[in-house]
């Protein structure tokens, strides 16, 4: 079964600085990946999802991911981190029939002043 | 559009009592989920339903049943809460299983306490 791995269960950056969040997929055919974001007490929303149409993918609020197939990775950043960007972050890969989704452990994000 | 719709938001049980936890999507989408998330665990799947009329378990299912009322409606009965039942549980949807990069679309949560 297609499983993602989250490096990290908590990342602690200063703002104004770059933000790095690791995942790795494992998978032998391509993956359909996604990062979720969650906000305290909130749902998950979606930041970005790769469509094999290009390997860096632009999401929303100024994060970004790169697919390397080599590395099996999907790391997400953002080149200037904002306190508004503490939350929790998910990395999950549809899996199976069904589209469903299994989600990485989280990493949560801490931007400190 | 609300979107995910969930209900209630909290709800405190003791050990051995029954509830239902109500979704309802007004995106006309046709798969809905159940997830249960936990403390360094992520999201885990308990039941979903890839189309009305159908229901599927998932990775942690043992507890809970699940009824596809409509198109719109998903919800989950735990018929004897147990402790370690305790957690937030999401509602999910997607449009459809036939467009494999469609997301997911999350609630906002129910959290749950069982004493």
């Known amino acids: 079964a297609q499983s993602v791995t989250q490096l990290g269960s908590h990342v602690s950056v200063s703002e104004g600085a770059l933000v790095l969040l690791r995942c790795n997929y494992s998978?032998?055919?391509?993956?359909?990946l996604f990062w979720y974001v969650q906000y305290p007490n909130q749902g998950l929303q979606l930041l970005l999802k790769y469509t094999s149409a290009a390997t860096l993918v632009k999401g929303i609020n100024g994060f970004e991911a790169e697919f390397k197939k080599s590395e099996t990775s999907f790391h997400l950043t953002k080149p200037s981190a904002h306190m508004s960007d503490a939350a929790e972050y998910f990395c999950?890969?549809?899996?199976?029939?069904?589209?469903?989704?299994?989600f990485g452990t989280g990493t949560q994000l801490k931007v400190e002043l | 559009n609300a979107g995910v719709t969930q209900t209630p938001k909290f709800q405190v049980l003791k050990t051995g009592q029954s509830m239902t936890l109500q979704c309802a999507q007004d995106m006309n989408h046709n798969s809905m989920y159940w997830y249960r998330q936990d403390p360094g665990m992520g999201l885990r799947l308990i039941y979903y339903s890839a189309s009305e009329g159908t229901t599927d378990k998932g990775e942690v299912p043992n507890g809970y049943n699940v009824s596809r009322l409509n198109k719109r409606e998903f919800s989950l009965r735990l018929e004897s809460a147990a402790p370690s039942q305790t957690s937030v549980y999401f509602c999910?949807?997607?449009?459809?299983?036939?467009?494999?990069?469609?997301?997911?679309?999350f609630g906002p949560g129910t959290r749950l306490t069982v004493l």
């Open positions: 999950a890969v549809r899996t199976g029939g069904g589209n469903k989704l299994t």
């Open positions: 998978s032998s055919v391509p993956p359909y």
């Open positions: 999910a949807s997607l449009k459809g299983v036939t467009d494999r990069y469609n997301e997911q679309f």
